[in-house]
């Protein structure tokens, strides 16, 4: 059986990416320029990558 329970997202922070970021990818691997409208995936200054979501 399934069960109708949704699960909840709570955002505990909220970190200003552009400042770290130091490239920016879409999703099929092509640099851009600056982040567009979808899904970007962000390389930062640390070496750690991040996807965001830009509706």
């Known amino acids: 059986?399934?069960?109708n329970t949704r699960?909840?997202?709570i955002i505990s922070?909220?970190?200003n990416?552009?400042?770290q970021a130091t490239t920016c990818?879409?999703?099929s691997g092509r640099k851009l320029n600056?982040?567009?409208r979808g899904i970007n995936i962000l390389r930062m200054k640390?070496?750690?990558s991040r996807k965001v979501l830009i509706k």
């Open 1 to 3: 059986m399934r069960s």
């Open 7 to 9: 699960e909840l997202t």
């Open 13 to 15: 922070s909220i970190v």
């Open 17 to 19: 990416t552009e400042s």
């Open 25 to 27: 990818y879409d999703l």
């Open 34 to 36: 600056q982040m567009q």
């Open 46 to 48: 640390d070496g750690t």
